[in-house]
């Protein structure tokens, strides 16, 4: 079993910033790809932000230029720089990993989610 624990979600003003960091831990062989994703209630989930194992990204079109990914392999973490935020940023924000196990069996995963709002 791979656990998936998010944090660094808050409140923040339009403009501001924020950093979302994300630890996945247990039976890991390899990850290949990490995201984040949010949700608004009432929508469905949305992937903002990729990253895959050769370091390559990809962003939703609304954060290019304001957000960024980044993964630490060795400690299987990932985090999302987010600046200048808006309104429309406010979501709840989950982590998912993409991964092979021990046995090599492949596991998808998400975190528990953190909130993220910006006031106007």
């Known amino acids: 079993q791979v656990q998936l624990v998010e944090s660094g979600g808050g409140l923040v003003q339009t403009g501001g910033s924020l950093r979302l960091s994300c630890a996945a831990s247990?039976?890991?062989?390899?990850?290949?790809?990490m995201a984040w994703y949010r949700q608004v209630p009432g929508n469905e989930r949305e992937l903002v932000a990729r990253?895959?194992?050769?370091?390559?990204?990809a962003y939703q079109d609304s954060v290019k230029g304001r957000f960024t990914i980044s993964r630490d392999t060795a400690k299987n973490t990932v985090d999302l720089y987010m600046n200048n935020l808006n309104p429309d940023d406010t979501a709840v924000y989950y982590c998912?990993?993409?991964?092979?196990?021990?046995?090599?069996?492949?596991?998808?995963?998400w975190g528990q989610g953190t909130q993220v709002t910006v006031s106007s």
């Open positions: 247990g039976n890991i062989f390899a990850i290949y790809e």
């Open positions: 990253i895959i194992s050769n370091g390559g990204t």
């Open positions: 998912y990993a993409n991964l092979r196990h021990t046995d090599q069996s492949i596991g998808y995963y």
